[in-house]
């Protein structure tokens, strides 16, 4: 499959499961349903982690003054690093007893984060996917 469209449907997956996940932290405990989107939602994080890295690298390696031809690149990169870092912090700070003792507070982060990581995505797809594309004329495309 082409990365790019790999990183796009990894995007449309992604907020998918956000939006899922989000129904399920309305109320004031978790649901049966939540165990499973919160899995979900983390699988979808990592194929979208895999996706995006081999897609920075392809095109690192085939543009090698992207830096200086997509704007934003480097800003994009580092958000999205962020991004992940954030993550994974968050589901260290969340095993399943804390979510269970304060579900609210959980969820409000939750939601924050969801918010951020899907407006994330739709920024790299205008702001890096589309230039880079441009770019390439479709060899990243592999």
Request: net charge positive; aromatic share 8%; hydrophobic share 45%.
């Amino acid at each position: 499959m082409h990365l790019f469209q790999a990183v796009m449907d990894c995007h449309r997956r992604l907020t998918t499961a956000a939006e899922a996940l989000r129904d399920e932290l309305g109320g004031t405990e978790p649901t049966p349903a939540f165990v499973r989107l919160r899995f979900e939602m983390a699988v979808v994080a990592r194929e979208n982690l895999t996706a995006t890295q081999r897609l920075w690298s392809r095109i690192e390696h085939e543009i090698p003054d992207v830096r200086m031809r997509v704007p934003h690149y480097d800003r994009m990169k580092a958000a999205e690093s962020e991004l992940h870092v954030r993550y994974a912090h968050h589901i260290a700070a969340w095993p399943v007893a804390a979510i269970h003792a304060d579900f609210r507070r959980f969820a409000d982060t939750k939601l924050q984060f969801l918010d951020d990581l899907c407006r994330h995505a739709r920024s790299l797809e205008v702001e890096f996917l589309m230039p880079a594309c441009r770019l390439t004329h479709g060899s990243a495309r592999r």
